[in-house]
């Protein structure tokens, strides 16, 4: 049972556009809920996190949406860029992202086209 | 700094051969994980350590060993490799919320 469903699986947009990148998740006992960036032969690197006392976070062009009431958050990526182009992990964890490791949706290609 | 650094970076094995994959980090982090990344499953927690000396079974424990007997050390062992193991192998390690992962570790098994 996947307990972080992503949505879409891949994503094409114009430069400038906002990709919007959507995640469901299913136990209430998360806590904490970041967005990971990977590129091509790379290890993921964290872009942004959220915890669920607030709706929504942002760090630069990058902006979380959290709806605690509908298991849900997404990632915005405003004004987006070529550079913008890879795969995009949400994932979740208990203890606030603590011990017990995230568990991740399966991810999103995102392409940004010049 | 290196951060977190895994070896060997590329690795073919026959089915039933074991190896063992290094994990290293310079951060002076408490929690350290293994995970495997497969095309279209994101990536899937094998075993982690909340310490030195401790280990706990992930989402996909089986068929992996693992030891952590120094902190900044984490090593994954495959006893007797099968098909089905051929993967892309991270390790990460953090202390609280962000995890920083290292490079990867391509692993075939034929």
């Known amino acids: 049972q996947q307990q972080v469903k992503q949505s879409p699986q891949s994503l094409i947009v114009q430069k400038g556009g906002i990709p919007i990148i959507n995640c469901a998740y299913e136990?209430?006992?998360?806590?904490?809920f970041p967005w990971y960036q990977q590129f091509p032969g790379k290890g993921p690197a964290l872009l942004i996190a959220?915890?669920?006392?607030?709706s929504e976070k942002k760090e630069g062009r990058f902006t979380i949406s959290f709806n605690k009431s509908a298991k849900q958050f997404s990632l915005h990526i405003m004004d987006s860029q070529p550079g913008d182009s890879a795969t995009y992990f949400c994932a979740a964890s208990i203890g606030g992202g603590g011990a017990d490791g995230l568990t991740f949706g399966k991810g999103t290609h995102l392409i940004i086209q010049p | 700094n290196a951060g977190v650094t895994q070896t060997p970076k590329f690795r073919v094995l026959k089915t039933g051969q074991s190896m063992t994959l290094l994990c290293a980090q310079d951060m002076n982090h408490e929690y350290m994980y293994w995970y495997r990344q497969d095309p279209g499953m994101g990536l899937r927690l094998i075993h982690y350590?909340?310490?030195?000396?401790?280990?706990a079974k992930g989402e996909v424990p089986d068929g992996y060993n693992v030891s952590r007997l120094k902190k900044q050390n984490f090593l994954l062992g495959l006893e007797s490799a099968a098909p089905s193991q051929t993967s892309v192998y991270f390790c990460?390690?953090?202390?609280?919320?962000?995890?920083?992962f290292g490079p990867g570790t391509r692993l075939t098994v034929t």
């Open positions: 350590s909340v310490g030195e000396g401790t280990t």
């Open positions: 959220i915890r669920p006392d607030v």
């Open positions: 990460a390690s953090s202390t609280w919320g962000e995890q920083y």
């Open positions: 136990n209430t006992a998360f806590d904490y």
